[in-house]
C-alpha cells in the first residue's frame, strides 16, 4: 500500500512522525538533517543532506532484516527522507552490540583491564549485549519525565544507565563510564514492573513478563546484530558495535516484539579499511568534522544498498531412493528463503543426465548455491559433479558404517575434482552453512549464533 502523510504526531531530534491518512495505525517518519551529540540541543548541527542518507541507511537495513526472517515496524520507504512503519509501543530501553570496544569506548571506562597496550580494539569472541534504560538529559524517562535515576552528565555522554541485572525483578543502575567495583557506580536500584509502566496493557493481558521481553529482545538482538556483522563482511566491513531500539506491534492479533525506530550510522561504530563510518567523527571534531561526515554518511547510504539475501539453493543428491535423507528441520524452520532441491539419480548409470539436471539448477540460481551427494556404495555421483560444476560439492559416504572401504572413492580424487567428503550425516548441515556463509547473511547469522552458543567460541 501506498502511504502518505496526515497530521504531525510528535516529534524527535532527528526525526518527525505523522500520522498516516490510510492507516491510524501506520506512522510516516521523516529524517531531519539534524546530527547530535551528548544529548544536548547546542551541540546540534545542520548536516544538508542526513536525513535521506539516513532515511536510505535505515531503509535497506530493515529490508535486510525482514528478508531474513527478523520481526521489523518498517512496512516500507515512502520518499527520500521518509518511510511508513507500524505504531509501536516503544520500550524504554536502549539494546547495545559490542564485537570489538575501540580505544575511548565507555565500555573500557569501565573495564580498564580489557585496554590493550598497543591500543588495538578488544574483541569478544562471543558479542556482549547490554541492556541500558533510555533516559533524557541523563535524569528522566524519555516516556513520562519520571525521574527515574539522578547523577548522570548528558554533556559528559552519561544519557543512559546500564542496567546490570536485566532479569531481575529489581533493577540494579549502573554508570555507563565508571568501573562497576566503586561505590558511585550503583546509581539506583528499580522495580522492573515500574520501568514498564508504559506498557501496562500488555502486561496486564500477560502477554510478556519482564523476564520473557528481555529474553526474546537478548535473541532478536543477537541474530540482528550477526545478520548485519554478515551483510558487512560481505562488503568489506567491520561491525564493532550498535545499538538497537524495539517496540511491541499487535501483528495479527497478537503482541510482536519488532526491531523499530532508525538503524543508520548514528546507530553503530562500523569500520572500513581502518576508516570509521559512523558519528564518531561529528562527536569528536564537532562542527569541523561535518564535511567528513557528511562523505562518510552518503558513502554507506549508497554501500547498503548492496545488502540482501541471496536467492540460493541447497540440493540433495541421493543415487537411489534407498540412500539416507539428512534431517533439515534446522534449515527448513531458520531459513525458509534457503531453497531446497530433491534429485534422486545415479551418476554412475545416468552421467549425462545428471549433468544437464545439474548444469540446469546452476542456470535456475544463479547466485548460487551448493550440491550435497548422499550416495551408497560407490560414489561416481560426487566426483562427476565435481569435476563440471562450479559450485562447491559436498559427498557423505551414506555406507560407511557398516561398509568403511566405501569412502575411498570419496576421498582419493583426479586432479580438478574437488570433491569434498563429510561423515558422518550430522556434519551435512553445520558444512552447507558454512559454505553458504560467506555470500548470506541470515546463513551467517545462523552459523555464527551456534558457534557462540558454544563454551569456547572461536
Not at 512496512?75 to 575501540?102: C, D, Q, T, W, Y
Not at 555522554?157 to 543502575?173: A, H, M, T
Not at 557423505?396 to 570433491?419: G, L, Q, W
Request: net charge positive.
Amino acid at each position: 500500500m501506498k502511504y502518505t502523510k496526515g497530521k504531525e504526531h510528535s516529534s524527535g531530534k532527528t526525526k518527525i512522525n505523522y500520522l498516516a491518512r490510510e492507516d491510524s495505525e501506520v506512522f510516516i517518519q521523516r529524517a531531519k538533517d539534524d546530527i547530535t551529540a551528548k544529548d544536548d540541543p547546542k551541540l546540534t548541527k545542520i548536516l544538508p543532506g542526513k536525513g535521506e542518507w539516513a532515511t536510505a541507511t535505515t531503509s535497506a537495513v530493515f529490508e535486510l532484516f525482514a528478508a531474513a526472517g527478523l520481526p521489523v515496524s518498517f512496512l516500507g520507504r515512502v520518499s527520500k527522507k521518509e518511510f511508513a512503519a507500524r505504531k509501536a509501543i516503544m520500550l524504554p530501553l536502549e539494546v547495545l552490540v559490542r564485537r570489538e570496544v575501540p580505544k575511548g569506548s565507555s565500555f573500557l571506562k569501565r573495564n580498564p583491564q580489557l585496554t590493550r597496550e598497543d591500543d588495538k580494539p578488544h574483541r569478544f569472541s562471543k558479542m556482549l549485549v547490554e541492556f541500558c534504560l533510555k533516559t533524557t538529559g541523563g535524569g528522566y524517562a524519555a516516556q513520562d519525565g519520571q525521574v527515574i535515576v539522578n547523577g548522570l552528565d548528558a554533556l559528559k555522554g552519561e544519557e543512559d544507565p546500564i542496567i546490570k541485572n536485566p532479569y531481575g525483578f529489581r533493577w540494579e543502575l549502573m554508570h555507563s563510564k565508571k568501573p562497576w567495583w566503586e561505590k558511585e557506580a550503583l546509581l539506583r536500584t528499580l522495580e522492573g514492573m515500574q520501568v514498564y509502566a508504559t506498557l501496562r496493557e500488555v502486561l496486564i493481558a500477560k502477554e510478556y513478563s519482564v523476564a520473557k521481553l528481555i529474553e526474546e529482545i537478548d535473541d532478536l538482538t543477537r541474530k540482528g546484530f550477526l545478520v548485519l556483522e554478515g551483510a558487512f563482511r560481505k562488503l568489506g566491513g567491520t561491525l564493532q558495535d550498535i545499538k538497537f531500539e524495539f517496540g511491541i506491534c499487535l501483528i495479527n492479533g497478537k503482541w510482536t516484539i519488532v526491531f523499530a525506530d532508525v538503524i543508520d550510522c548514528d546507530s553503530w561504530r562500523l569500520l572500513i579499511n581502518e576508516q570509521q563510518y559512523s558519528k564518531q567523527v561529528f562527536r569528536d571534531k564537532g562542527e569541523a568534522g561535518l564535511k567528513e561526515s557528511a562523505e562518510k554518511y552518503a558513502y554507506i547510504a549508497n554501500l547498503v544498498q548492496q545488502f540482501g539475501i541471496p536467492r540460493q539453493v541447497l540440493v540433495i543428491w541421493r543415487g537411489s531412493t534407498s540412500d539416507p535423507m539428512p534431517d533439515l528441520k534446522l534449515l527448513t524452520e531458520k531459513l525458509p528463503m534457503l531453497k531446497i532441491i530433491e534429485v534422486v539419480d545415479s551418476g554412475h548409470k545416468g552421467t549425462i543426465r545428471s549433468l544437464r539436471k545439474a548444469q540446469k539448477i546452476m542456470a535456475d540460481y544463479p547466485q548460487g548455491g551448493i550440491f550435497v551427494c548422499l550416495v551408497g556404495r560407490s560414489n561416481g555421483l560426487g566426483p562427476i559433479l565435481a569435476a563440471h560444476v562450479e559450485w562447491p560439492v559436498l559427498s557423505c559416504p551414506a555406507t560407511y558404517k557398516d561398509f568403511p572401504e566405501d569412502i575411498h572413492s570419496s576421498v582419493r580424487m583426479p586432479r580438478e575434482t574437488p570433491n569434498l567428503t563429510v561423515w558422518p550425516d550430522e556434519n551435512i548441515i553445520p558444512a552447507v552453512l558454512g559454505f553458504l556463509s560467506a555470500s548470506n547473511p541470515a546463513v551467517y547469522a545462523l552459523r555464527r549464533q551456534q558457534l557462540e552458543e558454544l563454551d569456547d567460541p572461536a
